[in-house]
């Protein structure tokens, strides 16, 4: 089954409007990722979390580190046509720290 | 440039008729792995490589095989490809397992009919 949910699973919005997105998990992860991955191209990282309620940004996107450790948040403000995309969460769970686990993606559409 | 690239980008093939995907990276990097990405759920990692001669499995290896034989190079194997191989199939580099950045090629897209 699926390690990790993210919602939702697909977005539209109009541009301008801020977005918020998180990610799930049953286990506990000792690392947070978050991939873009643009129409065509291969998965781009955006912002990496270590710690438990760590908050991290990369321009308009802020991430943070859920304090349970079983979740994650992304937010981007102000979206702009080319924040178009698929957003990965990703992580390291604390029992097989060896291995990098995928979400199943949030899809977001930018109306202009 | 520093670039992971991969060969072909399209591929469309009938059941059982072998194929290899090719991965490279100029960036001098130990750890290679291939994942695939199916709607719904994400990318699934197939195999990796934490250095050359050195390959293990992921979480969905069957029906694949791969090789590490340079270190700029990591093919992706079907020897008997099934429809359900159908998918989008990405390749990674990092300078060690334990580093964040991966980075991906740009993708290639196989259809098994």
């Known amino acids: 089954g699926q390690q990790l949910n993210q919602s939702p699973q697909s977005m539209f919005i109009q541009e301008g409007e801020d977005v918020s997105m998180n990610c799930t998990s049953s286990?506990?992860?000792?690392?947070w990722l978050w991939y873009k991955q643009d129409p065509g191209e291969g998965p781009v990282l955006l912002i990496a979390l270590y710690k438990a309620g760590e908050l991290t940004s990369n321009g308009r996107l802020t991430a943070q580190f859920g304090i349970t450790r079983k979740d994650s948040f992304l937010n981007i403000s102000a979206s702009i046509p080319s924040d178009v995309g698929i957003y990965f969460c990703a992580g390291r769970k604390k029992t097989s720290y060896d291995k990098v686990i995928f979400g199943p993606g949030t899809s977001l559409s930018v109306i202009p | 440039e520093a670039q992971v690239t991969q060969n072909p980008r399209y591929l469309i093939t009938v059941t059982g008729k072998k194929l290899t995907v090719t991965c490279s990276q100029n960036m001098n990097h130990e750890y290679m792995s291939w994942y695939r990405q199916d709607p719904g759920l994400g990318l699934r990692q197939i195999y990796y490589?934490?250095?050359?001669?050195?390959?293990d499995k992921g979480d969905v290896p069957e029906g694949y095989k791969v090789s590490r034989k340079e270190k700029r190079n990591f093919p992706l194997i079907l020897e008997s490809p099934s429809p359900n191989q159908t998918s989008l199939y990405f390749c990674?580099?990092?300078?060690?397992?334990?580093?964040?950045?991966?980075?991906f090629g740009p993708g290639t897209r196989l259809l098994v009919l």
């Open positions: 490589s934490m250095n050359v001669e050195v390959t």
């Open positions: 286990s506990i992860f000792n690392t």
């Open positions: 990674a580099s990092s300078p060690g397992q334990y580093q964040e950045t991966q980075y």
